[in-house]
């Protein structure tokens, strides 16, 4: 019985030495006529699909490999005499190896989000779908081989005559059913938009293939099993673990909520960002990246400690001095001196975090009872919106920079959220409590308890003041600016308060709201 592989790609890397690979271990080498003009380049003697099944490619290509002659020796079962008979009686391939690539439609969408059908339909692959599907299927006796990568490791076992054992075979068809999920996915995700009259932007069909990352020793809590996934259509991870241990549920949570946090500062300032279960227990920015982090280090004393510690510039080795003088769980920042690593290193627990600022707003899905909830994910308040003091009192330069900074950081903490700042640092935040009031109260009875003076500081609201009695506490002890967004009822008996206690009072013009 004749023996072959089937080559039929668009990536070429590392193909010419698999293909020649393919071919010592007895194999002749069926090839596409792109995949066949490549290799013949190269000097590796092929089969043209047109040869073989006597049958010219047709309608510009469109149709080249939908022949019974391929899709009999993928298919045919080998441990079945049948099967093998027919291919003998019909002089076909055995076909023990289907290299096998897609027409890049995900590359050329993301490469041009904007691309008309008319280019993007070319780009939905038929025949290369449908043979390493049939290769897939019939795993147990064809090897499907969809990824590059994945050509080293399997040269091996046919550098030494061995057969691929059936569990690489399983691993490889799960590879292979995983990317022509996800390849489908993104062409209905496409096609849904391109007929989509909707206003509100969500397309009609939206999804993720998953593939696990990572198993984590438990979830939530112990009683909890968990693991990290990610979408099967992004690349290498943005983010790099330089040190400790590996990140649990409730870190990759953290951390997440440290980043985003980060991300919405200017990298003009240095700043120094602690995280504790997803709010801000401190933050600050200074004119040295040490000095911020003693600030935030500063504005809750008792909370930083086991906290997340995240930077918007390098870590040199004065900041990791610091780092390691308390216990932290994880640090992250954009780079790292090679003296700073070496430090942190020290401490073996440590999760040392390497990831760029950069990075765009994606969807947020939650699960709900009998579905699922998509939103656009709320980049922040980077920047302090355009609007003057809607009282009469003006706003000074320092307190300025002191609400951009406060509507920042309140922007990423749990609603009810109301944040304190004094000299660009978090005096003391009162965050998920169910009234305005009490998040207030919370907030003041912090920065007392810490020793903080509030006279002259500024404060942050995530959404609007239902009623005064807020503005009446802060004006009480000391509290000179506020900013909030503007929609309740009472807006304007909150700003006659403001008024009459001689506070400035600033009314955004979104809300960040963090449910």
Known sequence: MKRAALLSVTDKTGLKEFAITLQKAGLDLLATSGTKSYLEGEGIKTVSIEEYTAQKEILDGRVKTLHPRIHAGLLAKRDKQEHISELIDNDIYSIEVAVINLYPFIKTLEANKDAPLEKMVEYIDIGGPTMIRAAAKNCKHVVPVIDPADYPHLASYFEKGENVPLEVRIDLARKVFTFIANYDLEIAKYLSKQTDTQEDGFAPVEGLVLEKQQSLRYGENPHQKGAFYRAASKGAPSWKQLNGKELSYNNLLDFDAALKLMRSFPHSSKTAVIIKHLNPCGAASASTLLEALKKAKQGDPRSHFGGVLAFNSEVTADVAEEVRGDFAEIVLAPSYASDALELLRKNKNLRVIEVPLTGSPTLEIRAVEGGYLLQESDPGAAILPESSSA?????????????????????????????????????????????????????????????????????????????????????????????????????????????????????????????
Do not use: Y
């Not at 320092?398 to 990423?412: G, P």
């Not at 609201?461 to 929609?487: M, Q």
């Open 391 to 515: 009282t009469s009192r003006a706003l000074s330069e320092q307190e300025l920079r002191d609400l951009a900074f406060a509507w920042t950081v309140c922007a990423h903490v749990k609603s009810n959220a109301i944040v304190l700042v004094k000299d660009e640092m978090i005096l003391a935040t009162g965050a998920g409590q169910m009234s305005r009031i009490d998040s207030v109260e919370l907030a003041l009875s912090k920065a007392a308890r810490h020793g903080h003076n509030t006279n002259g500081a500024v404060c942050a609201s995530d959404a609007f003041f239902p009623f005064a009695d807020s503005v009446e506490t802060l004006a009480a002890h000391g509290v000179s600016c506020i900013i909030s967004p503007s929609g309740a009822k009472r807006d304007e008996e909150v700003l006659q308060v403001a008024e009459k206690a001689g506070i400035s009072f600033v009314f955004a013009d979104k809300r960040h709201f963090r449910h």
